[in-house]
């Protein structure tokens, strides 16, 4: 009898092709994806004159850079450089590029699941820390550098050392208007930002398994910002509806196939992890970060912590973070007025996280500034389709192309500096969302709730007689 | 990229919790090609003020020479962005001594030749101690994994295989191409037997 494995150990072992003395495991990439940030990565195999070594399971997207007001790039000299970069080294490559005009494009992380490119059991690379999104369907995905894009290019193969396996197990049943991001803020302000560092965290129990796909997305996605470079949910029925019939996802004989393998995906009932965390569902309320950091969070209901209250280890750098957020201890999180929202990312910028938002914004208006940008341009003629699109611009935002736009910055949305925005993003990071920008991240129900108060509030009353 | 097995060099402090590396490298620095030196992005938004003047009571202003940096906890977390690395190495750093970093940092710090040296928060605490006055000598031994700072000599940890590369100066492409058989092989064997891990409709045939 061979010893219970975790989901962990069984993705580990189908992809190790060797492993070293000192322990480092050389694996098998079955999807690498890359995008504009890689051109360092295809600048050292020029050096090399490396050719990639498997075009047919590399796929490139034009989404960091990607502009949203308009696609032209005709101003946007720096912008313009870093596409056609990518457009150069896709077609030297022989590599399918997704670009600006493709109705396929959209955010690395979005665009993977929706076009069956990610599927159960497979090992995923791509250079950006939010690879741990693909988690969601049973697979080994997992951020890299610039260094190691190269080597995947160059050998469809990558140098690790297994991580150590973690398990958060969530039971019971989230309240109205608790989403998969509240879970997500909630055990990272409980272990802290570094709290699953060198982790391999699987997500478990009967809240997990209620999770559409999407929420299973967003809930692996923040792995790393909780420090864990790997985030995974077993697959299941939930998990094989959703990839059945997607463009890139095995049909027929290989379906069949694959689902024999893929029902062997879930960690044996007596396996072993290195940490166990336990969390209920029924205690999440919605939550908003205070800070610059995502384990700088409180529901709703909440106040802001005073420095002098907290661990020594703490205390600086909550002071810190308060100076730079302009807020005051003591002060409940709920009424802290903002400036902008934004609605979007590979966190939150999926069509149930726009019908979330959308079914609070109907009938009422922001009384704010903001701006949606849908994950995907599949996602945005589909909320055109359900006529989101129309509830957000009667509300008064902006209602714009796909990209990683203002999560990130780098396409020229940006916050500016000391203003306040309420963002469906990943990362309230000082200067993320532009220099000297106030970010407090949340759910996109509970974004739309600050749009229309004009301040942070508890989405849950908005909700009332509404389909959540 | 050439090994080393001991640094000397100077080293400041900035006992900071949690610098990411969007506060390493702000993003609107990346488009810029490596060439052009990544060195006076390095903390861009931290060293200055409102008006982009440097801040000449920030730490890292005041020593140009250092090239060895004591940090606080998490270290590097957030976005894998190689050009926090670049970042680094530009402004003429050599190793980062902190009680924790973050995960892909730490791994594209040791792809360039950085060290990432992991401390206790006691000891990260005794060296910004030693530093707090002003910045010293300090040598870091790769085989020893020690640190020596006038009289106090402390340890530190990197993985076996992180010290190996760093000291051999290996190029992991390189060492890679050497299974190039094992690797054909394992491609193969996984073709045969999970077909459904290839996309169904094909990728480069698409490509323009």
Redesign the interface.
Known sequence: MTAPRTLLDKLWSAHE??R?A???S?L?V??HLVHE?SH?AF?KLAE?G?AVAE?????AVADH?APTRARGLAQLP??A??ISTLRDN??RH????F?LDDAEQGIVHVIGPEL??T?P??LITC???HTSTHGALGTLAF??????V??VL????I?Q?K?AAMRITIEGALGPGVSAKDIALNWIARL???GA??HAVEYSGSAVRALSMEARMTLCNLS??G?A?FGMIAPDEVTLAYVEGR?????GA??E??RD?WAELRSDADAAFDREVALDAAEIAPTATWG??PDQAVPVTGTIPDPDMLPA?KA??AR?ALDYMGLRAGQPIAGTRVDQVFIGSCTNGRIEDLRAAASVLAGRRATVPGMVSPGSAQVKAQAEREGLDRVFVQAGLDWVASGCSMC???NGDVVA?GQRCASSTN?N????QG??ARTHLMSPAMVAAAAVAGEITDVRPFLAGRAA | MPGWSEHVGTAVALPRDNIDTDQLIPARFMSTPRAQGYGNFLLHDLRRDAHDALDETFPLNTCPDASILVAGRNFGSGSSREAAVYALLDAGFRVVIAPSFGDIFAANAVNNGLLPAQVTPEVAADLAELLASGPREMTVTLESREILCGATRVSFDVKDGWRTKLINGWDDIDLTLDHAARIAAFRDDRRSAAPWAWPRRPGAQYAR
């Open positions: 092709i060797l070293r000192d322990g480092t050389l098998w079955d999807r940030g360092h600048a090399r490396s075009p047919g399971l590399t796929f850079y720096q912008i450089r870093m896709a077609a022989g590599l399918r590029l670009d069956g490119l599927v059991g497979l250079g950006d820390s951020g890299i550098g610039a260094t190691e190269a080597h160059a050998t469809q193969t140098w050392t991580p802290g930002t570094g560092r060198g790393i910002e420090g470079r463009p890139f996802a095995p049909a290989d379906l196939r694959a393998a610059t950091s280890d600086e750098t810190a990130v910055g780098m500096s990362r990071f000082r200067g993320r220099p000297g």
